[in-house]
């Protein structure tokens, strides 16, 4: 399996990438552009809005029995003029996000002109579920909402066992990755791996 879209060179001199995420809702997707300001129509079509307020954080990793989650958040200030947009979500409630997927997608390009008329669709990273949502305020006016998502470990909440392995990780995201069938599970090397 090649995470790249089929014709695309990752050595190419020129090679651009942008993040992009797919939020479902009861009022249909919503596609956003991860920490870049602008509009971007992919080869299906689809409108991607972007905002440099829109970030994604890390996934740890699970350890000692955690399954930590991670979170798609923006932080903004907001304009005593306009609409409360914290009062909108909390009118929505956490039921119209609960329970629905959240994809994370990856646009490649090969050129800067590609943005304006790309050739490549985007390429699907990960699939979530978004769990809760958060909402915070410093100060007057500065406000932080967020969509808490299941992390990548999730599963340890349950009583089965998932192997970090291509088929345990296909069962979680619907494709397969041959290259982790080479991951070490064993720490104990009776041989030198080189030399």
Do not use: C
């Not at 890390?58 to 979170?71: D, H, K, Q, R, W």
């Amino acid at each position: 399996m090649n995470v790249f879209p089929e014709g695309f060179d990752p050595r190419a001199d020129v090679v651009l990438k942008i993040d992009l995420v797919s939020i479902d809702t009861p009022d249909g997707p919503f596609g956003f552009v991860l920490g870049a300001d602008g509009r971007f129509v992919d080869i299906n079509g689809r409108t991607w809005w972007g905002s440099q307020l829109i970030a994604a954080s890390a996934l740890e990793m699970a350890i000692n029995g955690t399954a930590p989650s991670g979170e798609l958040s923006m932080t903004f200030f907001q304009d005593p003029d306009a609409p409360d947009l914290v009062n909108e979500v909390r009118r929505l409630g956490v039921e119209y996000v609960a329970g629905r997927e959240i994809t994370f997608y990856e646009q490649y390009f090969m050129d800067h002109a590609e943005m304006y008329a790309p050739v490549y669709a985007p390429s699907e990273v990960l699939r979530r579920r978004m769990r809760s949502i958060r909402i915070a305020a410093e100060g007057d006016q500065q406000r932080t909402i967020a969509l808490l998502i299941e992390g990548p470990f999730a599963d340890r909440r349950n009583a089965r066992r998932r192997v970090y392995n291509s088929t345990d990780h296909s069962a979680v995201v619907g494709s397969a990755n041959p290259s982790l069938d080479f991951i070490p599970r064993d720490v104990n090397f009776k041989e030198k791996l080189w030399g």
